[in-house]
């Protein structure tokens, strides 16, 4: 029943921005930290972002800290990823992921076995 559904993939140039949405089903959005990762051909899938339940905590690697922000939006169980100023090294698959409940605002993942449901994923192509 749990679904997440990515969109707002696609081609852009070196150098651009784009951003990235989730629309969360079939659970309590809140209770639940989200994150961001990616996947690019013949690579594994590597942590971009992660926010705790009330949004108040973002997190993010350092190869994309001060280009990416991930926020939330508890009132319409949405979860974005702004990126500015792509790399080409950004192509990817980009997955939304939703980590396991918890009663506190503390709790956060930055590796895919700290996730409990995943997205099918939006390509972003980022062209030189």
């Known amino acids: 029943q749990v679904h997440l559904v990515e969109s707002g993939g696609g081609l852009v140039q070196a150098g651009g921005s784009l951003r990235l949405s989730c629309a969360a089903s079939?659970?309590?959005?809140?209770?639940?930290?989200m994150g961001w990762f990616r996947q690019g051909p013949g690579a594994v899938r590597e942590f971009v972002a992660a926010?705790?339940?009330?949004?108040?905590?973002?997190f993010y690697p350092d190869h994309v800290k001060g280009r990416f922000v991930i926020s939330r939006d508890n009132d319409k169980n949405m979860v974005y990823l702004d990126m500015n100023n792509l790399k080409v090294e950004d192509t990817a698959v980009y997955y939304c992921a939703a980590a396991p409940s918890r009663g506190s605002d503390y709790y956060i993942g930055r590796v895919p076995a700290e996730y409990d449901y995943w997205g099918q994923g939006t390509q972003v192509t980022v062209s030189s």
């Open positions: 079939g659970y309590t959005f809140s209770s639940r930290a």
């Open positions: 926010i705790t339940r009330s949004g108040a905590r973002p």
